[in-house]
């Protein structure tokens, strides 16, 4: 298992291309091989795009969706991917007395968004595009890791030979739990007063979704 421990030098993106050359170039030192790049959409999928051409890969996507905590639609307490994988956040679920109820009808929820949102982006199944292959999962940054963790758990469950996970800046200790996740983590940037994930660059503005499919083409 192999997790980035580079501290963070100062450097901020300018935006989601920029990043994306510079996770490629790290990647490249670091000597990663991938069949295909995934991204996370929206955001990531610049990011991936970029990721995706230096190494001559493939470029799709993996979607999921947090789960949100009742009556606080901002905190979240899971994710889940199109293919109803999940990752739960028990510290947070115990904290907030969710019950079981609620916890299956936020799922199925979560799940269905998630494959809605892959429906949009592409024809055909996660599966068809993993099985057997290198697959490298790419996001803009992390912050919580919760939509990552029910990415990373999809498409091994779809069958990909090989899972690592990629970004340009993240938190620690939520890099850490990716790494429980797939084969290899890396984050070139790894800030010790980590915030929010648009702080370390300078646009980081919404990806719309026709944005984001326009990298696809």
């Known amino acids: 298992m192999k997790v980035g421990d580079v501290e963070l030098t100062g450097m901020i993106y300018r935006d989601r291309e920029e990043a994306g050359d510079s996770l490629a170039e790290h990647l490249m030192e670091e000597g990663v091989d ?7 959409p929206r955001g990531g999928l610049p990011v991936a795009a970029a990721v995706a051409r230096a190494f001559d890969a493939e470029l799709d996507v993996v979607a999921a969706k947090k789960l949100r905590a009742p009556y606080n639609e901002e905190l979240a307490i899971g994710a889940a991917a199109a293919d109803g994988s999940v990752w739960l956040n028990d510290d947070v679920i ?24 892959e429906a949009g982006y592409r024809d055909g199944s996660l599966e068809d595009v993993v099985r057997g292959r290198r697959v490298l999962v790419v996001d803009d940054g992390v912050a919580t890791g919760a939509t990552a963790l029910a990415c ?3 498409v091994r469950d779809a069958g990909a ?11 620690g200790s939520s890099l850490r739990r990716l790494a429980g996740e797939c084969d290899a983590v890396y984050c070139p940037e790894r800030p010790r007063d980590f915030s929010a994930v648009g702080r370390y660059y300078d646009v980081f503005d919404q990806v719309s979704d026709e944005e984001a499919m326009s990298y696809l083409v």
């Open 94 to 117: 115990e904290r907030v007395d969710v019950d079981e109820d609620y916890l299956e009808e936020e799922t199925r929820w979560a799940a269905n968004e998630a494959l809605d949102k």
């Open 34 to 40: 991938a069949d295909v790049v995934l991204g996370i």
């Open 161 to 171: 030979s090989y899972v690592a996970f990629a970004a340009p800046v993240g938190s």
């Open 152 to 154: 990373l758990r999809s």
